[in-house]
């Protein structure tokens, strides 16, 4: 069965340092999403890609973070540099396109910056 | 603003018990998610639904779009069913999904 695939599954890392996530979608899904996941909240959406165009990075804290994907197909989400309060699992989604699709999860990067 | 209520939070019951798991939400939606999350694992998408009822399994989600209610039931509850339950739609004028704190299940054996 095809599946979000992302790595690494986890990551430690200093404060200051640069951390990057992939995500590889399912074959064919137009859309997809980053999203941040805190422990014990429900996750956030980081960005937002429709091909290689984001839709929204509001919430996308962008003196840190960047996020791309540059040929439509897989991406890649930096943090640099990190920061104690970036622990959390980053989580990648992907659908055929936006609303009204079913979404699929990746099993998600957990990220944990000492 | 898009906002996503769920009850109960938390929920302790024992195997073979009938489950449900309720989700209101502000916003007219164009989708509603029935989403389960296993501790440290990743989320498993269960059902998409924008009208009606679905039925998969043991599980079975229905959602009334007027009330802006939806319902997720869990019949024979297996200890394997213990996870968080989230449903997060897509509303508000935005497509990414809006998500609740979701529903800690556990299920005794």
């Known amino acids: 069965e095809a599946e979000v695939a992302q790595s690494p599954r986890y990551k430690i890392t200093e404060k200051s340092q640069a951390v990057a996530f992939w995500c590889d979608p399912i074959s064919g899904h137009a859309t997809l999403y980053w999203y941040r996941q805190i422990l014990g909240q429900g996750p956030e959406l980081l960005v937002q890609?429709?091909?290689?165009?984001?839709?929204?990075d509001s919430q996308l804290p962008k003196d840190r973070f960047s996020a791309e994907r540059l040929k439509g197909v897989d991406s890649t989400l930096k943090i640099q540099p990190a920061e104690l309060g970036d622990s959390a699992m980053y989580l990648c989604?992907?659908?055929?396109?936006?609303?009204?699709?079913?979404?699929?999860f990746g099993e998600g990067s957990w990220l944990t910056v000492v | 603003k898009n906002e996503v209520e769920q009850s109960p939070q938390n929920l302790t019951a024992q195997e073979g018990e009938f489950i449900t798991i309720n989700c209101s939400y502000s916003?007219?939606?164009?989708?509603l998610h029935w989403l389960q999350q296993h501790p440290g694992g990743g989320i498993v998408s269960l059902f998409m639904?924008?009208?009606g009822k679905k039925k998969h399994g043991r599980l079975i989600a229905t959602i009334n779009i007027q009330e802006k209610h939806s319902s997720l039931h869990i019949t024979a509850s297996h200890p394997r069913d213990s996870a968080v339950y989230i449903c997060?739609?897509?509303?508000?004028?935005?497509?990414?999904?809006?998500f609740g704190k979701g529903t800690h299940l556990i299920i005794q054996p």
């Open positions: 916003v007219g939606i164009s989708a």
């Open positions: 997060p739609n897509s509303g508000g004028g935005a497509d990414g999904l809006t």
């Open positions: 989604a992907s659908s055929l396109w936006s609303s009204g699709n079913t979404i699929y």
């Open positions: 639904l924008s009208s």
């Open positions: 890609f429709q091909d290689e165009s984001v839709v929204d």
